[in-house]
């Protein structure tokens, strides 16, 4: 006698949703987590830029060159303009808020930045983890023992490029609101104290009517370009300094582990940021120089990078492209360090929240 034939449908049903169910918490999880990580990364970049945007504010007078200021007929002594001279160039003009202008368009652009920034840079190096390692162990995972991190730190190479991919997606997407801070902080009030740009949207508005809609990617060229060094020699001297400090296996203390994680991310992200910018700087002074063409009091004109790049240094030299350096490098330290350690401490405050 032919027995029935057991159903099937029910059963097989009732086994697949545990594995759909896990399937689907891990695919949420991830999402979240990856949400997490960008909440954090752009909280971090905006701590760290109003922290020193008034550095910032000196640096970008000085790079541009739009300060006002006139010593003397000579271009010679025109160049010798010291921070402290642009500081009070600054409070004469605009008082003590004018170093902070562009503060606004700068959160709102370094917020969706360094957000794409560190969690993009995650997400590479996990890439980079499970092409070079066969698995996804990484610093920032805390699932593994330190032993096994310090196992499989990733190669200064693949930190480097894992970076600087991160920096490229993060430029390229917001690269318009790079531009409307730039020509905010790149020059200084007119008399009276009269503003041609008066804030983000307002700049970006007036920067598509003027000129184009295009001429919201002026500079886009040196940006791109520049991005990938820059965020790569950053990411890849933290991970060249972890690799070769490792993090102590003793202390298994939580507080212990937490403070020395997040002192380590301060100090190496203060000599990663010193080193990119550094490097990187002729190749920002030509971006800066790029964006602020044809806006208004603005005389110079260039045919794209090369053209910017041959016309400079024929009218000025080299020291041209360092004008402003020192103070950047005296920016870069404390910025990069707020970052990276920010970075670090949201992350281990909002463990478990996502």
Not at 68 to 82: A, D, E, H, M, P
Not at 176 to 187: C, M, N, S
Request: hydrophobic content about 35%; overall charge positive.
């Amino acid at each position: 006698m032919k027995q029935p034939e057991p159903s099937t449908d029910s059963g097989s049903s009732s086994l697949q949703r545990p594995e759909e169910t896990t399937v689907s918490s891990q695919t949420t999880h991830g999402a979240a987590d990856m949400t997490r990580r960008m909440v954090c990364g752009g909280l971090a970049g905006m701590i760290a830029k109003t922290a020193t945007n008034p550095l910032d504010r000196i640096r970008m007078l000085s790079q541009t060159g739009e300060h006002g200021i006139k010593l003397s007929s000579s271009t010679t002594t025109t160049k010798r303009i010291t921070p402290l001279q642009l500081y009070k160039s600054i409070l004469q003009n605009e008082g003590i808020l004018g170093l902070w202008a562009g503060n606004g368009a700068n959160l709102l652009r370094v917020f969706p930045a360094k957000s794409i920034v560190f969690s993009s840079n995650d997400f590479y190096r996990g890439v980079a983890h499970t092409l070079y390692f066969g698995n996804d162990v990484d610093n920032n995972n805390n699932n593994y023992t330190t032993q096994q991190q310090q196992k499989q730190q990733l190669p200064w190479m693949l930190s480097f490029l894992s970076g600087g991919l991160a920096g490229m997606t993060a430029s390229a997407a917001t690269y318009p609101l790079d531009l409307a801070r730039g020509r905010i902080t790149g020059k200084l009030a007119g008399p009276g104290g009269k503003k041609h740009y008066k804030g983000i949207v307002n700049t970006v508005l007036i920067t598509a009517r003027e000129e184009g809609v295009r001429a919201l990617y002026k500079g886009v060229t040196p940006t791109l370009l520049g991005a990938m060094p820059y965020e790569g020699i950053k990411f890849g001297t933290v991970g060249m300094l972890e690799r070769a400090f490792p993090k102590s296996s003793t202390g298994e203390e939580q507080g212990g582990v937490l403070s020395n994680n997040i002192v380590r991310k301060l100090v190496f992200g203060g000599a990663g940021g010193v080193s990119a910018g550094l490097l990187t700087y002729p190749n920002d002074t030509i971006r800066r120089l790029l964006q602020l063409q044809g806006s208004k009091g603005t005389t110079e004109h260039f045919d794209g990078y090369f053209d910017c790049l041959r016309k400079t240094y024929a009218k000025h030299g080299i020291e041209r492209f360092y004008r402003g350096a020192l103070i950047n490098i005296v920016r870069m330290a404390p910025n990069t360090a707020i970052q990276f350690g920010s970075y670090e401490l949201l992350k281990q405050m909002s463990e478990g929240y996502f």
